[in-house]
């Protein structure tokens, strides 16, 4: 019954995630990067965001100053996965990917300037926890750091009396938005990324493409839309009762507002996912059960823009805020990078729009009963 | 910080509750009754709703016919929780209640007609497990059965190997579409119920009331608007991750659209809820998790209507069509009966209509940040 | 395949249950009990019992003094569901039922004296948060109290900020040892209470039964052995992962040996359950997910004391600590109740004793691979 | 409280794990395995092995005939995790491990043919949905089978109709016991395997070890005892109720005492565990939620072999038979490998044995309360 979803062999050959104007393949081989390792976040109000990240989410403070918060999740044994940083200006200073040895550092370095990129070397020590981070704006605007030196923390895996009934075990991944996406996968291919899952449309418009190092669905995502900037940082958690204790505590805590989409599932990804806001509106998602990619042959899954339980595999409509908003990220010298507009149809109104539509069943006829038409579904009651 | 929720003691004397136009009480005893019992619901395509009920949400058939099937839940030790019985138009023809003793159906037959209500005795065998019923036409409207005798089935709480990941294990209770509350309300309390929860506003207007026999949060509710029609019947789980499963079969199924709202947790009775509507549109809800209610002085709680998270702890808008579609009921001689209009104000304009509006922290001033201003919330993206 | 734990109708007769020497019926009617509510228990040191029960637990504090700590769930809102009350020896002080109304009491007075009861009424705000209480020592020396007054505290059911992973949201129910079982049963019975399971033999030996007034499984237990002794108190979580939490956060903290039998499966009221020892050595049950035993023809579940799975379903041998160590009660007088031995056979002897025997199928033959010859199974390693 | 867990940076030396005799290294590279993919196992009754595998634990059934049963995990998209295969003697035909390129299968050979071992090319399409096999019998006397090609099935992870309650979703690991485990671990470093846990103790012996290809705590591990033997194969689930399921179930078909120890949750590897017995005695473990161990410097967790939290967190006794009880392998002419017998101590030995001894707390004095003595811990029951 659920055929649709599968991709069909003939479908993985490159021309439909191509962009026009590439990104120039490097000569230079790029670093082996193991996994999406930390955010660097700037926020507004320290106190409030720490509030939010360790007293109400359980991320474990590491170390903090006057002016940053250094967490970590239980299982984590590096130094933070999330610096929250005092600034007048909410934004990501920085998505950090550890790499596997020191060289990696070399190449990181060499694989970016063939680019034309600024890069940085940031010396160890300058970052608490931190050995050397070579520090790049990279062709999408993002500011990428990646390192190999860093503190060891305790693993917290074994500390029950520190879980809290929602606890957050490990950083899963980041997405990014940016208006070309398919541009953006092949630079990530470049960087050594292997796509998992992506959403298209019958044209070969590519709205979101998931790309991995570690073997799960990602490290990074790829969200068509005006960018660059960052759409959303996730923690995972163990199960899934885990995501609705937190959902509860922010109830009890009136704090419900936070709660921007969820719980439910993901089609994409086949997740169970929740999608917060930060006190500065940054977006957290929380995120369990995805499912082994690791093999070279992995299939990519594609999904077709108008299947109604691609982004909710229960069909429960997408709010507009999730697609249109998202975090302005910082150039090296923490200046706001300026947007680029996305060209190619939006997903919003792809789905949900003027033109748009969403089908839980392809090629359904209308001859549904009245309550079945959709007034709670589709998302258009919007 | 939860503190709003409490009902203050001077909240519980009945001036609240008592609507105008009470239904009198009646001298006679009111039956002993236990507990919601069965449903006995009118479809149009008896196959259809079978698969449904039993394929795919896993209630057990304990008998059928042509015309009927009668299912039951994995802990029921009596012989139906609901009967599917084929009919021309999707309706309501009973809610069933259990008796402790034989005398109870006299006492029903007495309390009923010093109502003046139309009261039929229903010989043993005439409905499939089922002793003799008691049958009326009750003051509200509503087709409501009484009974003792019945055929025992096998109790199958042990037999895990007919477990689904969403196993259905109780009937938990009825919920029905009245236009006065308060009136509904005054009636159940002399049938011997009692109120646990309600929805009121600083003016006195009752939107919803649940009222309880066995020591939960209700055997039934009384919800608001044009009625007497049946807004869902709920059936329990042992905990959350059930309920989400039978949200991802459905997925799987291609069959999202009959997830009306949820999965959530509701403020009023606590518990853990989805809400799905059956190929006729009939609404089932999947409940779990609510609190023991068993003692005389059981707090109840009273929600303010502009509360946004009393019908979802997490604020997720309730969607149009749960306020407003709900089955009609039938009368004993299996006629739909009409319908009377709500007159108080109803909850959905109250709350998300033209001057309705919600709030998650009482008081709360309007400097929040634009992202908080709540198009994601409080429902007035509809 | 379950077939053999269905009891068969004319097993509900009461020869069974009715052993010698029976507690004499009397005229006077019993009190109309609702639920366990409260046990008084005498620790020897204070601060390490409250560390137990409220830090690691997680029970809530409603108040305390020098000697005494009172402590509910999550979900209660009368005062206390457990009085700590520091003393010289660990032992019992008092069971306590609440009764449905201020009259009952009187009811409880009448009926314990006509059996020739010590009876003391103790006045109001005696114990904190108590109204009068009726206290007595009952025929099988156990000290009952009865209550109806008492204070309401805040229902914490909502304030999910203060759930832990292992919350306990409900006293479930006590658990005797007493060293007639039949003879207990009969006087429980006459108090108001209904038999849902027991364990016996085929030559009509009971060696436990399980008696309720809410209804769930029991309110209490009666467990053959030397008596009067407390088996074990219970409180009850919502999901199963609560009680694997507790057992985790034990383990992290080094307590691991508080942790005596489970987690697993009983097959007895087909609840998951976890047996812990507190500082001083009193039984505590972590149980959840029993089912309703309401109606008045609730069928009665009678397990063969050989049958392996009748304590554990999953045929876990009982610890043999478990059937010999029991809590010490008090008599009126605060001095420890002297013990009477049982005289019928123990189950401890008749399942993995010198001629004590347990199957997982009836009537299996000894033809089995050698590796299922139960090295790990049926306690036969002990 | 739980430090003594905390592997000091100078314990990840060498010295500790290596042992006399070595294996030596080759001067050829191993091939790049990417996880254990499936095992080959002999069964005596088809039937029977297929029922307890595709009927009861659900796994899927990608391709039988009269002699073999192919089976995969939901989650799966390679053609089988698991062959079953009619014979006389039951035993374990091959532990199949992926590799990333069709180069691999040249390393593979040449590796093992630097080692002495004997080496075979098994075509393709000689075992079903199988492109070629490289075929050998390991150093440590276990035939190890490595491959890249093999079909594509359906990935099942979103065919939630499929699902039962206790769902296997992955393949996880397989555990070998082998007489010497310094020296199998050495070799397996040299085959490209990591080392993530072990338990020692005081003198340098060395019990048990995990090592991984795929970031999670193993793919394989190596356990002190008689060998070579497969000790058991794992299979994952999502979530630590799917485990409980399987237990219930086995419960209602009264099967438990296919059951030999847990469920329960890990020291080594944290993870939350149930290991049954097949028709024949193989050992399947249940297993969900260990760790990321991805990076080159993740922390080697070094246990004491006299903790009594190591082997299960809770401190429940390990059964006898788990430690004795394994399956015997084949040599590539499908006989039986002899045994070699363990000369180092045993950790049934050390534990529980005359000289055993295990402890919850370090340096705990003797002067517990007589309930903590542990007759329900520390394995001395036995």
Redesign the interface.
């Known amino acids: 019954?659920?055929e649709d979803?599968?991709v069909s062999p003939d479908y993985l050959d490159a021309e439909v995630i191509l962009g026009s104007d590439p990104v120039p393949t490097p000569v230079a081989l790029p670093p082996d990067i193991?996994?999406a390792a930390y955010m660097d976040m700037v926020v507004t109000d320290l106190e409030e965001s720490k509030k939010f990240y360790a007293d109400i989410l359980g991320l474990v403070v590491t170390e903090e100053n006057d002016n940053e918060v250094y967490l970590r999740s239980l299982?984590e044994?590096?130094h933070h996965n999330l610096i929250l940083r005092k600034g007048d200006t909410a934004a990501i200073r920085a998505f950090g990917y550890?790499v596997?040895?020191p060289e990696d550092l070399e190449k990181a370095e060499e694989f970016y300037k063939e680019l034309g990129c600024r890069v940085e070397r940031v010396p160890a020590g300058t970052v608490a926890g931190m050995g050397e981070i070579v520090r790049v704006q990279d062709p999408l605007g993002f500011p990428y750091e990646f390192f190999y030196d860093v503190d060891?923390e305790?693993?917290l895996?074994?500390?029950?009396?520190?879980?809290?009934?929602g606890?957050l075990?490990?950083l899963d991944h980041f997405n990014q938005v940016t208006p070309n996406v398919p541009r953006a996968v092949g630079y990530m291919e470049d960087l050594g990324f292997g796509v998992t899952e992506e959403i298209v449309d019958e044209d070969g418009t590519v709205y979101a493409a998931w790309v991995r190092r570690?073997?799960t669905v990602h490290d990074t995502a790829m969200t068509g839309g005006d960018g660059p900037r960052m759409h959303h940082i996730a923690f995972a958690t163990?199960?899934?009762?885990n995501i609705?204790?937190i959902?509860?505590?922010?109830?009890?805590?009136?704090?419900?507002?936070h709660?921007?989409?969820g719980?439910g599932?993901h089609?994409v990804s086949?997740a169970?996912y929740l999608y917060l806001?930060d006190?500065?509106?940054h977006r957290v998602e929380i995120y369990t059960?995805d499912?082994?990619t690791?093999?070279?042959?992995?299939?990519k899954v594609s999904w077709d823009v108008h299947d109604?339980?691609r982004r909710d595999?229960?069909?429960?409509p997408v709010?507009?805020?999730?697609y249109r908003?998202a975090s302005r990220v910082l150039d090296l010298d923490d200046n706001v990078q300026p947007l680029v507009g996305r060209t190619d149809e939006s997903e919003l109104e792809a789905t949900i729009g003027a033109d748009g539509f969403s089908y839980?069943?392809k090629d359904e006829d209308d001859s549904m009963?009245?309550?079945?038409l959709?007034?709670?579904?589709?998302g258009n009651?919007?």
Chains 1, 2, 3, 4 share one sequence.
């Open positions: 019954m659920s979803k599968k193991l996994r299982e044994f590096i550890r596997r040895t060891h305790k693993r895996a074994w500390d029950y009396q520190l879980y809290t009934p606890a075990v490990r570690k073997p163990h199960e899934k009762h609705l204790a959902c509860d505590k922010l109830g009890a805590l009136r704090l419900s507002d709660i921007e989409r719980p599932r089609g086949n169970f806001r006190p500065d509106g059960q499912y082994y690791g093999d070279p042959d992995n299939p109604n339980q595999w229960w069909g429960t709010v507009p805020s999730w908003d839980t069943r009963p009245e309550w079945k959709g007034e709670f579904k589709l009651q919007l």
